[in-house]
């Protein structure tokens, strides 16, 4: 069974930073790419970050500069670095692996408000 423990998030003042976690199981975690989506309030989902099982990295434009994601395959956890982080980040932030089409899986999502 797959399962994701996501953490990190939170509430945050603007400027301010925060790390996301999220701890994979059941799947064989360093052949799949790793994600980090999020979903604001009447948003679509949509992509943050990904990092391939190669390392190569992908970012969001609104996010460039700012987020950086990372994976520790000995520990089966992806990162999402957050910093300078602005009100319009606010969103649940959904980790997710995906091998293949028919291999894709989502996390419960994490609550991140940036807000003073």
């Known amino acids: 069974q797959v399962q994701f423990v996501e953490s990190g998030g939170g509430l945050v003042q603007p400027g301010g930073s925060l790390r996301l976690s999220c701890v994979a199981s059941?799947?064989?975690?360093?052949?799949?790419?790793m994600g980090w989506y999020r979903q604001a309030p009447g948003k679509r989902r949509d992509l943050v970050a990904t990092i391939t099982s190669g390392g190569s990295t992908n970012a969001a434009a609104s996010v460039k500069g700012r987020f950086t994601i990372s994976r520790d395959n000995a520990k089966n956890t992806v990162y999402l670095q957050m910093n300078s982080l602005k009100p319009e980040d606010t969103a649940v932030y959904y980790c997710?692996?995906?091998?293949?089409?028919?291999?894709?899986?989502w996390g419960q999502g994490t609550q991140v408000t940036v807000s003073s």
């Open positions: 997710n692996a995906r091998y293949n089409k028919d291999l894709d899986y």
């Open positions: 059941g799947i064989t975690f360093s052949l799949y790419t």
